[in-house]
């Protein structure tokens, strides 16, 4: 490499760390500045509880494993319908890929459902379901599936057609291009909508814990608001912050690998 590359490699490290420092010190302010609004009463530290407070009470709850209990029902579930909504999504945009009709007649149909307001979905599917990890589950697929189908099928019809007729024109058959066009030629776009997906799934699997079940996050805060422990509900919304952190992260790992093996 010549010393200006090597520069400019150097430059785009220290500029990534000054990112990072810089997020790590924003966080580090606001937390600090919200334990001394607390200490000091300029906010009501029984409304707004504290880092500390928090902190504490997730001590507490760690002491008899209950707040693992309910964080490992609530990345089960989101898991779950997230896994589905990506299989679903892709199964379904494939099957409106192969049948162009098809899709003409579904469009606004799937618009329609995409536009709806999913938490008014819910209470149907309590009345359909039951109040059990199954509506939950479909309560998180119901906030990603529709967009994610949509999101896919336009990127499968915005694939280069000069590749898809070469197939044609060597005399391969529509799963030809299926296969060697125009699924390769999606996994960026299928990444992308696994990141968007990861915390819609997320925000839907709360949503029906709102409503429909007795563990989980999700109940967690609705708990806590009732019987006004408020500490519960903060720490719960933290561990919800970090948790879709996390997953977003891992996502974003897979597509630095699949960015770094396709060259």
């Not at 009470?57 to 029902?73: R, Y």
């Not at 319908?81 to 099957?95: E, N, P, W």
């Not at 422990?229 to 996502?251: E, G, H």
Request: net charge positive.
């Amino acid at each position: 490499m010549t010393t200006e590359h090597l520069r400019f490699l150097k430059k785009i490290r220290r500029r990534r760390r000054m990112v990072v420092f810089l997020r790590i010190l924003i966080l580090f302010l606001f937390l600090l500045q919200w334990e001394i609004c607390a200490d000091t009463g300029v906010v009501d530290s029984f409304i707004f509880s504290s880092p500390s407070r928090i902190v504490t009470c997730f001590l507490k709850m760690t002491e008899d494993g209950s707040v693992f209990h309910h964080i490992g029902i609530t990345l089960y579930e989101t898991l779950v319908s997230f896994l589905l909504v990506t299989l679903t999504s892709i199964l379904i945009a494939i099957l409106l890929w192969c049948f162009h009709g098809l899709s003409e007649i579904l469009d606004p149909y799937m618009v329609v459902l995409n536009s709806l307001p999913k938490s008014a979905l819910a209470p149907l599917l309590i009345v359909w379901l039951g109040a059990n990890t199954t509506t939950i589950v479909v309560a998180g697929m119901s906030v990603a599936i529709f967009g994610s189908i949509l999101n896919l099928y336009t990127s499968f019809s915005t694939i280069d057609q000069e590749k898809i007729r070469l197939i044609y024109t060597l005399h391969g058959k529509r799963r030809h291009a299926l296969t060697k066009v125009v699924l390769p030629g999606s996994i960026p776009a299928i990444i992308s909508n696994m990141k968007v997906n990861i915390g819609l799934c997320l925000v839907g699997v709360i949503i029906g814990e709102f409503l429909a079940a007795r563990s989980g996050l999700g109940y967690l805060i609705i708990y806590s608001s009732q019987v006004f422990k408020l500490d519960w509900l903060l720490m719960s919304i933290c561990i919800l912050c970090i948790i879709a952190v996390l997953l977003y992260a891992i996502i974003n790992l897979i597509e630095k690998w699949y960015l770094k093996k396709t060259g």
